[in-house]
């Protein structure tokens, strides 16, 4: 099989893998064959690889609190929905039952109410006078 780039050294297109400084390729014997080498200098590839490991256990960690964290809120949102809903519906019952009231003993709460307010008034008029005294 012949190879498609014009260098020499450029088997199956092994230039775009071959780094500044660990990869190196050469051609084995007179066969199609690719033989990889890698520096021993750049050992501490290991090293590194196994802190990626690490950080990436920590992060999936990290995702599956937040995931935990998630379902919780989710699930106490749902639950205050609920509760909202339970309260609005109250409320209109009650309203609904107010208003059959008023409809039937008519408007003399109301009449009731205002001269409430007006003893109230003259009450605290009349002891604020008193007392200036």
Known sequence: MASSSSRPGDFYG?????????????????????????????GEFDEEITGLRKQVRQLRNVAQDIETEAKFQNDFINQLQMTLIKAQAGVKNNMRRLNKSIIKEGSNHIMHVVLFALLLFFVVYFLSKFSRR
């Open 14 to 42: 092994a230039a775009a893998y071959r780094s500044r400084e660990g990869l190196s390729t050469r051609q084995v014997g007179g066969s199609d064959e690719i033989q990889l080498r890698i520096d021993p200098i750049h």
